[in-house]
């Protein structure tokens, strides 16, 4: 008798499973009800040839492989977690401020791709999908990245080009699978020592951050073939730790941007030798700064005066008759040493003399030119060409 009720138990519930699982495949979504904004409304009715009145099976959704929404004027995309087996989401270029909770369904998705909207956070919407493996979220607002982006274990690319993002956390050393890692335009000052745990990276782009100094870490990066920090504000480094990367091809560090006066800081010495590496382009940059003096002590800096073999001087800035200097410095380059304060910026200065008799250019944006000025700036032109042609023509 026991053995009969126990039967029959089984059978209530095996029964009772299949007809939820039937009322489930049988589940019925309202397309004007399901999705209230109004442009993605429109594009899925035409992704799924439908109107606004029809509505959409579970089994239809869940035959929607991928959706590519990019530049649609979307503005929030709620009703998008029924399509369950997505693979691949584009909602570039929209309006979209956030990422709903209701999204952690699509847990099929591999890439997403929110490029420039205005989302300011990655929420668990998105925290949760850990089985993505590509993660495209330039030109947002976000600030922060959660301790949760180290579940991303099968992530292989991270582009986070253009946000505000200030640090990293120590739990990015989670992205063992990770390959292409961007984060140009940010505001990132350090980087975590874990970074050097990220085995699988070729590339990573630091461009245009704030960074101060690079981790001795960044050396573990066995398969890193791909440096770039430029336009950051580097002055400490080990520039040893390019030995221990073998496959490294390029190294950018050119236009180091400082918030002082470095009186004491380079870039590379020119005897330093690299055993055993290959690399293409190491391109450690100068960085020229250039001040006008004027004969009452009155200092100007000049942006961008250089070209070619010509400086440009404003006509506005030669508003005296005297002596006047044309300072350069140049930082950075095969001269100086980084972290050895005995080793200085070279400092150049080109004397000018401005009398009353002379005629200085009414339009304040032609070229005033000395022949003293050109010659200089020539030599200074084919000093730097000679010091780059150096760095680089020793690999």
Same mark, same amino acid.
């Given at each position: ?5 126990? #039967? ?8 009772? *499973?299949?007809?939820?699982? $039937? ?35 579970? $089994? ?28 691949? #989401? +584009? ?10 909770? =209701? ?7 591999? @890439?997403?791709?929110i490029n ?12 949760? /999908? ?5 993660l ?13 982006i *180290? ?59 704030? !960074?101060?100094s690079?981790?001795?870490?960044i ?10 920090? &430029? &336009?950051?504000?580097?002055?400490k ?9 073998? %496959? ?22 020119? +005897? ?5 590496? =290959? ?28 070209h070619?073999?010509?400086? @440009?001087? &404003?006509?506005?800035? /030669? ?13 950075? %380059? ?5 972290? +050895? ?18 005629? !200085?250019?009414?339009?304040d ?19 730097? $060409? ?10």
């Amino acid at each position: 008798m026991k053995k009969i009720l126990l #039967l029959l138990f089984v059978l209530t519930i095996s029964f009772t *499973g299949l007809m939820g699982g $039937s009322v489930r495949a049988k589940e019925i979504y309202s397309i004007k009800e399901i999705f209230p904004d109004q442009n993605l409304r429109t594009e899925i009715c035409l992704n799924l040839n439908k109107t606004e009145t029809d509505t959409i099976t579970t $089994s239809e959704a869940e035959e929607v492989r991928s959706l590519v929404l990019n530049a649609k004027g979307i503005k929030s995309i709620e009703g998008l977690d029924i399509f369950t087996n997505l693979l691949l #989401l +584009d909602l570039s270029e929209n309006e979209i401020k956030e990422i709903p909770k =209701d999204m952690s369904k699509l847990q099929s998705l591999r @890439i997403l791709i929110i490029n420039d909207n205005q989302i300011s956070e990655l929420g668990s919407g998105i925290m949760s /999908l850990t089985k993505l493996e590509v993660l495209a979220a330039n030109g947002n607002k976000i600030n922060d990245l959660p301790s949760d982006i *180290g579940n991303f274990d099968k992530l292989e690319q991270l582009q986070l080009q253009g946000n505000l993002i200030t640090s990293l956390p120590k739990e990015i050393s989670g992205l063992k699978a990770l390959e292409l890692f961007i984060l140009e335009g940010n505001l990132i000052k350090e980087l975590p020592k874990g970074i050097g745990e990220l085995n699988n990276l070729t590339i990573l782009d630091m461009r245009g951050n704030r !960074l101060e100094s690079i981790p001795w870490e960044i050396g573990d990066l066995s398969k890193v073939y791909f440096l770039d920090f &430029s &336009s950051n504000k580097i002055h400490k480094m080990d520039i040893h730790l390019f030995n221990k990367l073998d %496959g490294i091809k390029a190294v950018y560090f050119f236009n180091q941007y400082y918030s002082e006066n470095i009186d004491y800081q380079g870039i590379v010495f020119q +005897d330093m030798e690299f055993k055993g590496l =290959d690399i293409y382009t190491l391109d450690l940059g100068f960085n020229i700064n250039q001040v006008l003096v004027k004969p009452d002590g009155t200092e100007v800096n000049i942006e961008n005066a250089i070209h070619g073999d010509f400086v @440009i001087i &404003s006509a506005n800035d /030669l508003d005296y008759s005297g002596d006047y200097t044309l300072r350069t410095t140049l930082t950075g %380059g095969t001269k100086n040493s980084f972290g +050895d304060e005995e080793m200085i910026p070279s400092v150049y200065e080109q004397k000018f003399e401005i009398n009353e008799s002379k005629k !200085l250019p009414e339009n304040d944006r032609i070229i005033y030119l000395y022949g003293s000025i050109g010659a200089f700036c020539l030599g200074l032109v084919l000093l730097v $060409s000679t010091r780059v042609f150096k760095n680089k023509g020793g690999f």
